[in-house]
């Protein structure tokens, strides 16, 4: 069964840091991975994927990720944090062929962005 | 281009009765995903539906039925409705060409009192 685990609950970080989120995945072939993030009462937004190819993916808001089979992680990562980017962070992985289309979330970590 | 809607936004139960909520999928998509996310915690996957029929199903109780149209809209029932069924329900679709990336509507959230 696939499952993913978000290590942190709560990571505070100042305005102009760098941000790193951890995730680590199981899964038994190699997987489809997403981040998402949600602002409070809103659904997700799709921030980065990876299926294939280079193991460092480009999002949008100026975050990336860097799939790592060797460690099961796809951690996020933005190089400079802005107080728009408080939210919760979702990692998920997707299923392919007969369980297409069914993803397994994390638990979230919420961003606190300080002045 | 719309993207998932979903209606309503917000919604009050009490114990016992029954919810329909429903989803429209973004233009192109023909498959719809329901996912359930409790308060502090991360969607679980309820069951998604393809051609008018339930693909797959999480594990959740026979308590969740779902439904598809032929223009691909989608809606999620819940009978007898529980104290712990209170959500934000999030439904998400995806295209045909088996890429997986699903996209998320922003969510009917559900009060059971």
């Known amino acids: 069964a696939q499952s993913v685990t978000q290590p942190d609950i709560h990571i505070t970080v100042s305005e102009g840091a760098s941000l790193e989120l951890r995730c680590n995945y199981s899964?038994?072939?190699?997987?489809?991975l997403f981040w998402y993030v949600q602002s409070p009462g809103q659904g997700l937004q799709l921030l980065l994927k990876?299926?294939?190819?280079?193991?460092l993916v480009q999002g949008i808001k100026g975050f990336e990720a860097e799939f790592k089979r060797s460690q099961s992680s796809f951690n996020l990562r933005k190089p400079s944090v802005h107080w728009s980017d408080a939210a919760e962070y979702f990692c998920?992985?997707?299923?392919?062929?007969?369980?297409?289309?069914?993803?397994?979330f994390g638990d979230g970590t919420t961003l606190t962005v300080k002045p | 281009d719309a993207g998932v809607t979903q209606s309503p936004t917000h919604l009050i139960k009490t114990r016992g009765q029954q919810v329909t909520l429903r989803c429209s999928p973004k233009s192109g998509h023909d498959t719809v995903s329901w996912y359930q996310q409790a308060l502090g915690q991360g969607p679980q996957f309820i069951f998604q539906?393809?051609?008018?029929?339930?693909?797959q199903r999480g594990n959740f109780p026979d308590r969740f039925s779902g439904h598809q149209f032929p223009n691909y809209s989608s809606e999620l029932n819940v009978n007898a409705l529980l104290l712990g069924d209170s959500a934000l329900y999030l439904c998400?679709?995806?295209?045909?060409?088996?890429?997986?990336?699903?996209?998320f509507g922003p969510g009917t959230r559900l009060l059971v009192l």
């Open positions: 998920a992985v997707g299923a392919y062929g007969t369980n297409a289309g069914k993803s397994t």
């Open positions: 990876y299926f294939s190819g280079d193991t």
């Open positions: 899964y038994g072939a190699t997987p489809y």
């Open positions: 998400a679709s995806s295209q045909p060409t088996g890429e997986e990336t699903q996209y």
């Open positions: 539906y393809y051609e008018e029929e339930e693909r």
